[in-house]
């Protein structure tokens, strides 16, 4: 079954920093997404991406948050300027045509931890 | 705007015993409503989803829910618990805008005894 693929597993970086996490949803799928679980609490939705742009987010998503997909396969999210309250669980997802009735895809998370 | 409430934070039940972990929605029309379950560690999978039609649906791993629109409930279910179900259990409601996007309840970790 396809699944949604996300690199790296876990990543470490100093505050202050750029990172970037990497997702490759299934490839059917025409319907994008990033949420977020901090440790402990409920999963929390950042972002949606269709058709090359973002359709809706969150207040969480301010302007430091930026989503892109570079080529036909990934679909990546960057934190600029990363604070320690970025540290949590990122999750990608993605969905078929049909978003309404179609359930959402996750991969399985990038762990971030802001030093 | 929608939200969800899973009202038992932490439940723990014995091994073969059945379960059932309480979801309740705001929406004013008929919402899609999903069960995911996440082990340590995982990311989310799917058990089960309602849109329309039967009240009642099954998924998988032997969980089932029923949609009760009089209650705005959602409940999920499993007649025989295995120690295997131990895991956090989130139900997600459907925004139904243009994203689309999840809104989920805070989850309830399910431990099971044997």
């Known amino acids: 079954e396809p699944e949604v693929t996300q690199t790296p597993s876990h990543q470490v970086t100093q505050m202050g920093q750029e990172v970037i996490l990497r997702c490759v949803p299934i490839?059917?799928?025409?319907?994008f997404y990033w949420y977020r679980q901090i440790l402990g609490q409920k999963v929390e939705f950042l972002v949606s991406?269709?058709?090359?742009?973002?359709?809706?987010k969150s207040e969480i998503f301010d302007d430091r948050f930026s989503v892109e997909r570079p080529d036909g396969s990934n679909f990546t999210l960057k934190i600029r300027s990363t604070k320690l309250e970025d540290s949590a669980m990122y999750f990608c997802?993605?969905?078929?045509?049909?978003?309404?009735?179609?359930?959402?895809?996750f991969g399985d998370g990038t762990r971030l931890s802001i030093l | 705007a929608q939200s969800v409430t899973q009202p038992d934070i932490h439940i723990t039940v014995s091994e073969g015993a059945s379960l059932e972990l309480r979801c309740n929605y705001s929406y004013g029309a008929t919402p899609y409503l999903f069960w995911y379950v996440q082990s340590p560690g995982q990311g989310l999978q799917l058990l089960l989803k309602y849109f329309s039609g039967d009240t009642l649906v099954q998924g998988i791993k032997g969980f089932e829910a029923e949609f009760k629109r009089s209650q705005s409930s959602f409940n999920l279910r499993k007649p025989s618990v295995h120690w295997s179900d131990a895991a956090e259990y989130f139900c997600a409601v459907d925004a139904l805008n243009t994203g689309n996007q999840f809104y989920f309840g805070t989850g309830t970790s399910l431990t099971v005894i044997p």
């Open positions: 997802a993605s969905r078929a045509l049909g978003a309404g009735n179609q359930p959402q895809h």
């Open positions: 490839s059917n799928h025409l319907y």
């Open positions: 991406f269709y058709n090359n742009e973002i359709s809706e």
